[in-house]
């Protein structure tokens, strides 16, 4: 059989209820062999639950769940996979290089304690108890847990919450350094940013199903949203009530405006401000297209599915 054929993980037509609440709803997810899929929606979409049923630690009441085309919950399928959730309790005494060792040792064939921090960027740390570290170098010993089994598929759940910007940085890096060795990742992350620099392949979940899926430029493309801005004296409360703005705020002394017809908002606006400058037209980043879509979804709601 041709093992490399076989989806790295695939969720289809699954169902999880908790009582009255559909967490997810009939869930369609598909992942391939070095591939980085970034999971958004806005809180309560269903991704940590989707994430959970992967991982074998919850049960669908419907569907079908796969890991290496076996049942999670098989420990040659968890074997062969690396976690990073949002809450870690690890025993706070043990310093982080025991902790490396003590992670590494469940797994056949695990990454040296050295090769795992420095990839992490925790050696300078390994000496420390893991209780007296930062918020941010947890997280980071954390990863370097995740990773240090030589996972297949990672699993990193809002894994730079708590990290300055150097540290986020450096681990994007290392995870594009596992996806070039042919690691495939699942990231939740609410840093639209994040999985505008990591993602393969976007999926936004809203109201546990899956609203759109794509690049991060075809999701872009599929919400017609331009971004315009200005110096103007014009209000933008007055401004947000013409038909052609979306949203309108004021940074500074600049006016923010979203549009889907740029044209016919330019006009208006050089109309009634001819002192108006530098203008400018950018299409929507990723932060306005998933607002954009999840308000779509949220739009046509089922009001069912709250029906606790
Ligand atoms: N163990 C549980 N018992 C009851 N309800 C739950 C449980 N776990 C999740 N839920 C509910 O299921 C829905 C989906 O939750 P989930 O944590 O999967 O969302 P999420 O997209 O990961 O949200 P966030 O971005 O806030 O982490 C929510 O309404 C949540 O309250």
């Known amino acids: 059989m041709n093992t490399t054929a076989i989806p790295v993980a695939r969720l289809a037509s699954v169902v999880k209820r908790y ?17 980085l899929l970034a999971l958004l929606g806005p809180n309560g979409a269903g991704k940590s639950t989707a994430i959970s049923l992967l991982l074998g630690l919850v049960r669908a009441d419907a569907g079908q769940v796969e890991l290496f085309g076996q049942d999670p919950q098989q420990i040659v399928a968890r074997r062969r996979i ?24 469940y797994y056949p064939a695990p990454r040296s304690v050295q090769e795992s921090a ?12 893991y209780a007296k570290l930062s918020g941010g170098q947890q997280r980071r010993v954390q990863f370097a847990l995740a990773l240090c089994g030589r996972p297949e598929l990672l699993f ?10 150097e540290a986020r940085q450096k681990l994007w890096a290392a995870i594009r350094h596992l996806i ?29 199903k899956i609203i759109s899926e794509g690049t991060v ?20 409360a007055a401004v947000s009530a013409w038909p052609e703005v979306a949203e309108a705020r004021r940074e500074g002394e600049r006016l923010w405006l979203s549009t889907d017809s740029a044209e016919a ?27 954009e879509l999840t308000r779509e979804a949220d739009a046509s709601a089922d009001p069912q599915r709250e029906a606790a």
């Open 265 to 291: 908002l330019v006009r208006r606006l050089l109309d009634a401000d001819a002192q108006l400058s530098e203008l400018e037209v950018q299409r929507a980043g990723l932060a306005e297209a998933f607002t």
């Open 156 to 165: 990193l759940d809002e894994p730079t919450v708590g990290m300055d910007i």
């Open 118 to 129: 420095a990839l992490a960027g925790v050696t300078d740390l390994l000496r420390r108890p």
């Open 217 to 236: 430029d075809q999701l872009r493309a599929r919400v017609a949203l331009k971004r315009v801005r200005c110096i103007t004296r014009l209000d933008p």
């Open 82 to 105: 690396g976690v990073m959730l949002q809450s870690a309790t690890l025993p706070p005494t043990l310093r982080v290089g025991e902790l490396i060792r003590l992670t590494a040792s």
């Open 180 to 208: 070039a060795e042919g690691c495939s990742v699942v990231l939740t992350t609410h840093y639209l940013e994040e999985a505008e620099v990591l993602a393969d392949r976007v999926c936004v979940m809203a109201r546990g």
């Open 19 to 35: 009582g009255a609440l559909t967490a997810v709803d009939g869930l369609d997810l598909m992942l391939h062999r070095g591939e």
